[in-house]
Nanobody, 114 residues
Framework: VQLQASGGGLVQPGGSLRLSCAASGRLFTINAIGWYRQAPGKQRELIASISSGGSTYHAGSVKGRFAISRDDAKNTVYLQMNSLKPEDTAVYYC?????????WGQGTLVTVSS
């Protein structure tokens, strides 16, 4: 499984961004895809995930502001981020979980600043 994350950038507080995670390879082995983020000096944390069955999870810190979705025709998972705050600044990673292991995409930097 290979993952390609994109869509990061600089945005003002209150703005929006949409991250994309394009998957390729043995997609039928994927149980779920998640978005993680890692802010400077902090541990990487799970903020949203979507299962192969379509069930979604959003961490409390982003619930109501971020939304994970997927387009099966494009083999892509999205993270729509609205009402961004400076504390959302981090490198965002997507991860695909299979029965035996996980695969990481490269990170995409999101900076929320005026």
């Amino acid at each position: 499984v290979q993952l390609q994350a994109s869509g990061g950038g600089l945005v003002q507080p209150g703005g929006s961004l949409r991250l994309s995670c394009a998957a390729s390879g043995r997609l039928f082995t994927i149980n779920a895809i998640g978005w993680y983020r890692q802010a400077p000096g902090k541990q990487r944390e799970l903020i949203a995930s979507i299962s192969s069955g379509g069930s979604t999870y959003h961490a409390g810190s982003v619930k109501g502001r971020f939304a994970i979705s997927r387009d099966d025709a494009k083999n892509t998972v999205y993270l729509q981020m609205n009402s961004l705050k400076p504390e959302d600044t981090a490198v965002y990673y997507c991860n695909a979980r299979t029965e035996n292991t996980g695969y990481w995409g490269q990170g995409t930097l999101v900076t929320v600043s005026s």
